[in-house]
């Protein structure tokens, strides 16, 4: 029932203007919205927080559908939920949750994740925005890039460094709010791909923020990096397998319509190697999503699947639009097949919740535990 719910949104309304919306770069505000109405938004938070209370099994075959049609959209449902959501009901204190995740939660605002900045990446130990800590309130100051729905979010969760000496034990996160004096929004990021996202730079200049508004113990900022970002994980994998499997079905309609040397070029064996190879890994793709998330769901360690779901699961998102556009030949190069799109929108999710290296290494890191 989710799965359909989802379905039809994504045909009926993210797919009318979607194409435009890319080219123009324009934020889906209205298609949001109604996302935030169906309980999207606040998908795993508990009901008395405002959420819809569900697992993290229905929030993958959320974002499948939602991605096979508009990944700029599906975007903002991952970072609301896995990032923003999650990271303040886990570790946010009962006024915290009362005074920003209810509203995240019903869709009535969106949030932002502070990690990335110009020289550490998503490196949290290599934080240069800084929080000093001033008695009953931090003084923020620094840079962070790339910041989906840097612009539109209302509350933003920032990743600083408060006690250099103590490395990463020295870093905190703290809830920032639009509006704050010293907060400036940067201009928007012109990209390749999912072009209607809301991606900028975020820059703080002596922010004044509320000791009150700091999340967890302090020096607890890193350990609450890394928590959220493997829920992300598993949110951004299902957004390349919605990306990927998108492009399959527009490519398996395509090749059964197309007709050359007097048949449906799905008749041609060099298609048809083409179509079963994409429909093997997507499913495979698809059972390490579901996987990460069962185990999510469960309360067990998902921290090398959630790795395993998005390194396999982006890196098959790439192919296989790659693949869509080569069935549809020179159509699939032109904007109105909707398989170039895909094309470039497959590519970010081999970059960010970070780099198919860096799921290596956290793969690699957790086989290798004694």
């Known amino acids: 029932m989710i799965r359909d719910a989802a379905r039809d949104f994504a045909q009926n309304e993210l797919k009318p203007g979607v194409i435009e919306r890319d080219e123009q770069q324009q934020f889906p505000a209205e298609q949001i919205k109604k996302l935030g109405e169906?309980?999207?938004l606040g998908m795993m938070v508990d009901p008395k927080y405002n959420g819809a209370g569900l697992d993290a099994v229905s929030y993958v075959l959320v974002m499948e559908e939602l991605s096979k049609i508009d990944a700029s959209a599906s975007v903002v449902v991952s970072v609301n939920n896995s990032l923003v959501c999650y990271g303040l009901e886990?570790?946010?204190?009962?006024?915290?949750?009362?005074?920003?995740?209810k509203?995240?939660?019903?869709?009535?605002?969106?949030?932002?994740?502070?990690l990335s900045e110009p020289e550490a990446g998503s490196d949290a130990t290599s934080q240069r925005t800084t929080a000093e800590d001033k008695g009953d309130h931090y003084l923020l100051n620094g840079t962070k890039n790339w910041i989906?729905?840097?612009?539109?979010?209302?509350?933003?969760?920032?990743?600083?460094?408060?006690?250099?000496?103590?490395?990463?034990?020295?870093?905190?996160a703290l809830i920032v709010e639009k509006g704050m004096d010293g907060?400036?929004?940067?201009?928007?990021?012109?990209?390749?791909?999912?072009?209607?996202?809301?991606?900028?730079?975020?820059?703080?200049?002596?922010?004044?923020?509320?000791?009150?508004?700091?999340i967890g113990e302090d020096g607890f900022g890193f350990k609450f990096a890394m928590k959220t970002l493997e829920g992300g994980r598993i949110g951004i994998a299902a957004q390349a397998l919605g990306i990927a499997s998108g492009a399959f079905e527009l490519a398996l309609n395509y090749a059964k319509a197309r007709q050359t040397f007097g048949k449906p070029i799905a008749q041609h064996q060099a298609i048809q190697f083409k179509l079963a190879d994409m429909a093997t890994q997507i499913e495979a793709a698809r059972l390490l999503c579901l996987k990460a998330a069962?185990?999510?769901?469960?309360?067990?360690?998902?921290?090398?699947?959630a790795s395993m779901a998005k390194l396999?699961?982006?890196?098959?998102a790439m192919k296989t639009t790659i693949e869509a556009v080569q069935i549809h030949g020179g159509y699939g190069y032109v904007k109105e097949y909707h398989v170039e799109r895909l094309m470039r929108d497959a590519k970010i999710?081999?970059?960010?919740?970070?780099?198919?290296?860096?799921?290596?290494?956290?793969?690699?890191?957790?086989?290798?535990?004694?």
Not at 294 to 305: C, I
């Open 38 to 40: 169906l309980g999207f």
């Open 90 to 101: 886990e570790y946010g204190t009962e006024e915290q949750k009362r005074n920003y995740l």
């Open 103 to 114: 509203p995240l939660a019903a869709g009535e605002q969106i949030g932002a994740f502070c």
């Open 148 to 172: 989906t729905n840097g612009s539109t979010a209302s509350t933003y969760l920032v990743i600083a460094q408060t006690h250099p000496e103590k490395g990463h034990q020295g870093i905190n």
């Open 183 to 214: 907060f400036t929004v940067g201009p928007k990021e012109n990209k390749l791909g999912i072009r209607g996202s809301d991606t900028h730079s975020l820059l703080f200049s002596d922010v004044k923020v509320p000791k009150g508004n700091r």
């Open 294 to 305: 069962w185990l999510k769901d469960k309360g067990e360690s998902y921290t090398q699947a």
């Open 312 to 316: 396999y699961a982006s890196e098959v």
């Open 349 to 370: 999710t081999q970059i960010y919740e970070g780099t198919s290296e860096i799921q290596k290494m956290v793969i690699s890191r957790e086989m290798l535990k004694e």
